[in-house]
């Protein structure tokens, strides 16, 4: 069984910074792209930064600047670097990854981890 497992998430005050890591395991053959989303309480789910096999990355406008997504390909796993985080930051951070085992091409998400910024 092929799943994401997200580590990382906590409590930080505005200004702060924390890392996320998920880390992808199972029967995996290949991964393409990875990325980072989030949901805030009564919002939907959005897009925080995506990165390619190939390390380009992408990011969400208000993120730009302040986070920095990464991956390491022999390990399966991809972090988020979030710096000067903001109150407006505060949400679950999910994980998603395409991942081709030797019959399919799976679209995972993680199971989410709570970031919380306030003083």
């Known amino acids: 069984q092929v799943q994401l497992v997200e580590s990382g998430g906590g409590l930080v005050q505005p200004g702060g910074s924390l890392r996320l890591s998920c880390a992808a395991s199972?029967?995996?053959?290949?991964?393409?792209?990875m990325g980072w989303y989030r949901q805030a309480p009564g919002k939907q789910r959005e897009l925080v930064a995506t990165?390619?096999?190939?390390?380009?990355?992408n990011y969400a406008r208000s993120v730009q600047g302040r986070f920095t997504i990464s991956r390491d390909n022999a390990k399966n796993m991809v972090f988020l670097q979030m710096n000067s985080l903001k109150p407006e930051d505060t949400a679950v951070y999910y994980c998603r990854a395409d991942i081709y085992t030797n019959q399919e091409l799976l679209g995972l998400w993680g199971q989410g981890t709570q970031v919380t910024v306030s003083s």
């Open positions: 990165i390619s096999s190939a390390a380009g990355a």
């Open positions: 199972g029967s995996i053959f290949s991964i393409n792209n």
